[in-house]
T-cell receptor
């Protein structure tokens, strides 16, 4: 079946550095991808919608200059956490919807997530 | 999209049926009920969805009340691997690939021996 893949699965970085997370749709084209963040014991919070060939749409309260999103192709979106700080430590998850698989909508596929730890 | 209410946690003995309720009293006519689950430190996994009829697949059954204000996800024979957080989401289907899913707090299901 369709798969969305994230890389890396986990990353540890020093405070002040930048980290890039990749999200790929492996067997379908995704004009739109979604980035979520999840803190321990909390639900997924949508950060932004990544649009192929255009600017991302950010949810209220999410700093677009800190969380840079690039969706340069139909199968790849990247999230770069710039100047990371310990409070950015979280579980980041991407998602893409593939049309036509299920009646009544589009099934959303999720990546396996990336655990970011900023030290 | 309509909000949902789920109990924060439930326990279930292995081999028994797990019945997870969800209230969505403000659901509108064109909104579907979707269920996802998230096993610890993994991305969410699609389980099932429905509009008004009961649905069944290889993973679970979905029972939607006639007034559509609530639903129940049934895992017929729960195993330890079903331990996860289960999210009930109501969503307008057929709105294209740009429509986003919004997650509530979900139900943490603990399956025990």
């Amino acid at each position: 079946g369709a798969v969305v893949s994230q890389h890396p699965s986990w990353v540890i970085c020093k405070s002040g550095t930048s980290v890039k997370i990749e999200c790929r749709s492996l067997d379908f084209q995704a004009t739109t991808m979604f980035w979520y963040r999840q803190f321990p014991k909390q639900s997924l919070m949508l950060m932004a919608t990544s649009n192929e060939g255009s600017k991302a749409t950010y949810e209220q309260g999410v700093e677009k200059d800190k969380f840079l999103i690039n969706h340069a192709s139909l199968t790849l979106s990247t999230l770069t956490v710039t100047s990371a700080h310990p409070e950015d430590s979280s579980f980041y998850i991407c998602s893409a919807r593939r049309p036509g698989l299920v009646v009544g909508g589009t099934e959303a596929f999720f990546g396996q997530g990336t655990r970011l730890t900023v030290v | 999209d309509a909000k949902t209410t789920q109990p924060p946690s439930m326990d279930c003995a292995e081999g028994r049926a797990a019945n997870l309720p969800c209230n969505h009293s403000t659901i509108s006519g064109n909104e579907y009920v979707y269920w996802y689950r998230q096993i610890h430190s993994q991305g969410p996994q699609y389980i099932i969805h429905g509009l008004k009829n009961n649905e069944t697949n290889e993973m679970a059954s979905l029972i939607i009340t006639e007034d559509r204000k609530s639903s129940t996800l049934i895992l017929p024979h729960a195993t330890l691997r079903d331990t996860a957080v289960y999210y009930c989401i109501v969503f307008r289907g057929n709105t294209g690939t740009a429509s986003k899913l919004t997650f509530g707090t979900g139900t943490r299901l603990q399956v025990t021996l």
